[in-house]
């Protein structure tokens, strides 16, 4: 009779066999025959077995999970031995398919009277989110035992889930009566208004069973309100646990079903006047949606007389200083009515009202100050005096309007107060770190570059101490990161990507090259052939690896040069190693190290020679250039008349605009994706360029439709390349700046970089400025307004070239979206560049006024703001009869109102 076919014995081969076979039935059957004695002699068998298994075998086709817990709970002696098996990595993953049923049948075959320590053990061990069918498990654990459950996150998690884990042939009753008679519902009710993160889940629509369709509301929101319009929950314990979780905050997805919850119980003037002050702390920092629930029920209240008046002035003047202008608008608009209601104490409301003054929209003060003007009558003298010291904070054309009617401050109270911080000019640029010392810091750079790889300084020490501890330590050097080799392996045999060789592998050549090791890959021949190639021949074109043209190919020839270069001419040092944390090297470090190389008789590398060039500041002293003429190895001749020539010359930038195709058939998709206008910039190099780097570099040759193109973390090595040419990287990396506003991209961390470097600020990096501006996402934003200080703290930026260009954008065929800058130029304006956003704003409007994009009125106010703080503005005729054109249309648009102030303003 065969193996399979023979009739199952109570003994470790035949249970081992049955557990092999994942044959469950079998395991229950032999465990359940024997006794006592002879169940608990095969736990360290069973314990052996399972810590010896293969990982893979535990997802092989006949999983052995189900078989192997039952028999743990057939011989296992204790909760803890039971938990520690059922905790291991193999078992853990497979809780979900584990019969509890059979589990519990052959617990109670055994009287075991530790199960509730053990459902104790394994419910502290579910995951954040633990899957349906784990849960069950440790649940049916607990109630087989009879003790309660946990009221962890984890938990309470799963329960809801488990509630929630319907589907469109679910036969179960109704959520409502599920939960209606859920053993757990008073015990972990609670616990969801506690649990961060949880109304996620709650948000979750339900099926109904009549109409057999998805409810377009959630579910359990809902199921609550019927359960405490029964009297099965208390009602008071829901809005007390909705209130608590808005005060506790989360997440907006989160937050959401807790307001259909609020707004589904409906409460009433007594319910809502006994929380009064819950719902007053929540208007200075809830989410705003939140907060205008909080804003409505307090209205309610105070409709109903039942609100005090100090505390409605005191929670007004915390929400008055909100930016959301649709809840200040509201408050404003009640306490005008109070104001009326509570004449006795009109100066009081007014005084709340004036924290409005120092809001950010012009149209929020106006409206403040309107109020303010109304009520002043009813006002005491003192009262007057205290608001038209407020009434500084006011923009614009208000001031004037305030002092009219509350008179000018007192002189000795009269401060000023600026609407921005006075813009402090750029650091100088750091310098570069020491370089590295020895083999065993390389290996814990080495090992830092491959978790972060866009570091340039990170990148440039390794590469520096690789050829230095090559020379100087070579058997070190293999000791410390042949072992490298092995442990990130992965990283540097992983392959190329749509064509190109990432940068690790190509490192991993390298290292390779240093410390003698055979690579046996073919994954790198074409990339280190040709730079092979290159060197035999003659100087040509900068060679082909991989990666396109541009600044992102450099660094990648540089160590392809180095993994070919170590192993046939090795050099001491490289000479292109930064001096400064920005990537130039000054030009003194350079005349010093190709000194050197001509005492010990060697030369650079070609490409590191010609990377070290490129980084060399155009203006140097003259020291630099007398010590550099009285070098004669040919890397110092090249030096000489590369310094006597002023470095490599600045190209001509030229605006090029792109035109989208008509969208076809077969490739709607990807033209779908791109805007139907664009605005980048070409190159053309300005004079001979000196070198294969040059002569790529400087010529930028954009298409004349647009591309995808998305930011890569390699772009924030692109500044170093050409430190001393901004525009140039600017231009290359044109297409993925112009896709953070016109195709929702990420990834602006290029532009502060550019910024910290040197060279003329000509269209592209101001495009890339303005794309950056108007991006989707803000800390793209963010990564824009710091880049606009960083230049005009230092003088370089144009703000009538950027006003310009924002204008076009925003106007012609709305490439950018104008609401987005407003933001960022506001954002600038505070921080201290008022003239450069005055500036910016005057020159975009003509373009914007012509076409009134969504936003105008917006950029309009920050113009009234920053106009009226710029001491030297330029003839502002031209702009005002633009202007007078607007507010001649009459009525009362907001775009009227604010080209109405705006010209006050420029008027004086």
């Known amino acids: 009779m065969s193996a399979i076919h023979r009739e199952p014995e109570l003994n470790w081969p035949d249970l081992r066999w049955a557990i092999g076979l994942a044959k469950s039935d079998v395991v ?88 509730g320590d053990l459902a104790r053990r394994l419910a502290g061990k579910l995951r954040r989110d633990p899957n349906p069918g784990e849960w069950a498990l440790v649940a049916g654990l607990l109630a087989e035992a009879g003790v309660d459950p946990p009221t962890d996150d984890a938990f309470v998690r799963g329960w809801l889930g488990h509630l929630l884990g319907w589907s469109r042939h679910d036969d179960r009753p109704p959520l409502l009566d599920r939960m209606r008679t859920d053993p757990y519902l008073d015990l972990l009710l609670p616990r969801l208004f506690e649990v961060d993160g949880l109304g996620t889940e709650l948000a979750r629509r339900g099926w109904d069973q ?6 377009d509301q959630p579910a359990v929101p809902y199921a609550l309100v019927a359960l405490a319009a029964e009297g099965r929950v208390d009602r008071s314990a829901l809005l007390d646990g909705v209130l608590g979780r808005f005060l506790r905050g989360d997440r907006v997805a989160a937050l959401r079903p807790f307001v259909v919850l609020h707004d589904a119980l409906a409460p009433t003037e007594v319910e809502l006047a006994e929380r009064v002050t819950q719902y007053a702390r929540l208007l200075p920092d809830a989410h705003s949606t939140v907060a205008a629930l909080a804003q409505r029920a307090l209205r309610q209240v105070d409709d109903a007389g039942r609100l005090e008046l100090d505390t409605l002035l005191h929670s007004s003047g915390q929400l008055l200083a909100r930016p959301e202008k649709m809840l200040v608008k509201a408050q404003l608009s009640w ?89 402090v000019p750029m650091p100088l640029v750091v310098p570069m770190p020491p370089p590295v010392t020895g083999a065993a810091e390389l290996a814990e750079e080495i090992g830092a570059l491959l978790h972060s790889q866009d570091s340039m300084i990170c990148w440039e020490r390794v590469l520096a101490g690789l050829v230095a501890c090559h020379t100087s330590e070579p058997a070190e050097l293999r000791d410390a990161l042949v072992p490298m080799l092995d442990r990130y392996d992965v990283q540097f045999r992983t392959g190329h990507v749509l064509g190109k060789p990432r940068l690790r592998q190509l490192l991993g050549e390298a290292i390779r090259a240093a410390v ?41 020839v540089r160590v392809a040069e180095m993994a070919v270069r170590t192993r046939h001419s090795p050099v001491p040092m490289l000479v ?15 005349v010093d190290r190709l000194a050197q190389a001509e005492r010990e008789g060697w030369q650079p ?75 980048v910039v070409g190159t053309r190099p300005g004079a001979t360029q000196h070198g294969e780097l040059g ?49 929702d991209q990420r990834g602006a961390d290029l532009l502060p970089l550019l910024a ?47 006003g310009r260009e924002l204008g076009a954008l925003a106007a012609g065929g709305g490439t950018i979206k104008l609401t987005r800058v407003v933001t960022g130029l506001a954002e600038a304006a505070r921080a201290g560049a008022t003239t450069t956003v005055w500036a910016a704003i005057e020159a975009a409007l003509p373009a914007v006024l012509a076409t009134t994009p969504r936003g105008a009125p917006d950029l309009l106010a920050l113009g009234a703001r920053t106009a009226g703080e710029v001491a030297e503005k330029a003839d502002p005729g031209p702009l005002r009869a633009e202007l007078a054109e607007i507010v001649a249309r009459g009525g009362s648009g907001r775009l009227v109102t604010e080209a109405r102030r705006l010209d006050r303003v420029l008027g004086g």
């Open 28 to 115: 229950g059957k032999l465990l359940r025959g024997g006794t006592e004695q002879e169940r608990l002699a095969f736990a360290p068998e069973l314990e052996a077995y399972v810590k010896n298994l293969p990982a893979e075998r535990w997802w092989a086709s006949h999983q052995p999970g189900p078989a192997v817990a039952i028999a743990a709970f057939g011989c296992l002696p204790s909760a803890a031995r039971a938990a520690a098996l059922f905790s291991r990595r193999g078992l853990r993953e497979q809780w979900h398919l584990l019969p509890v049923a059979d589990l519990i049948e052959m617990a109670r075959v055994r009287e075991l009277t530790w199960l």
């Open 605 to 679: 590398w070609r490409f590191d020679l010609e990377q070290a060039l490129l980084r060399v500041p155009t203006e140097v002293d003259g020291d630099a250039l007398s010590r550099a003429a009285a070098l004669r190895s040919p890397a110092g001749l090249r030096l000489a008349a590369w310094l006597a020539d002023g470095g490599a010359p600045h190209p001509v930038s030229v605006r090029v605009e792109q035109r989208r195709p008509a969208v076809r058939l077969f490739d709607h998709w990807q033209l779908s994706q791109l805007p139907e206008r664009r605005v």
């Open 695 to 743: 002569q790529e570099l400087f010529e930028v040759d954009p298409p004349d439709r647009p591309v995808l193109e998305f930011s890569d973390p390699e772009y924030q090595l692109w500044p170093a390349v050409l430190p001393n040419h901004r525009e140039v990287v600017a231009a290359w990396s044109l297409p993925a700046f112009a896709g953070l506003a016109d195709n």
């Open 756 to 802: 910290e470097t040197a060279g003329p600020v000509g269209p592209a990096v101001t495009l890339a400025l303005a794309y950056t501006l108007a991006a989707r996402h803000e800390t793209d934003r963010v990564a824009g307004v710091d880049a606009l200080l960083a230049l005009a703290a230092a003088g370089d930026l144009d703000g009538v070239a950027l």
């Open 210 to 215: 009549q109409t057999r369709r998805w409810s």
């Open 335 to 423: 306490l005008d009515q109070v104001a009326r209601r509570e004449r006795d104490r009109a100066g009081e409301v007014a005084e709340t009202v004036a924290v409005a003054f120092g809001h950010d929209a012009l149209d929020v003060q106006e409206r403040a100050l309107s109020i303010v003007l109304r009520h002043a009558a009813q006002c005491q003298p003192a009262t007057r005096e205290r608001l038209a010291e407020q009434a500084v904070e006011l923009a614009g054309d208000l001031p004037a309007r305030a002092a009219e009617v509350l008179g000018r401050p007192a002189a000795a109270t009269a401060v000023a107060v600026p609407a921005g911080l006075p813009l």
């Open 576 to 590: 292109a190693t930064p001096s400064r944390a920005n990537g130039q090297l000054d030009a003194t470090v350079l």
């Open 516 to 556: 003698r090791v055979d690579t046996g890959l073919t994954g790198w021949e074409s990339a280190i052939r040709t730079v092979r190639t290159a060197f035999r021949t003659a100087p040509a074109a900068l060679p082909e690896i991989g990666y396109g043209p541009g600044p992102g190919r450099v660094l990648a």
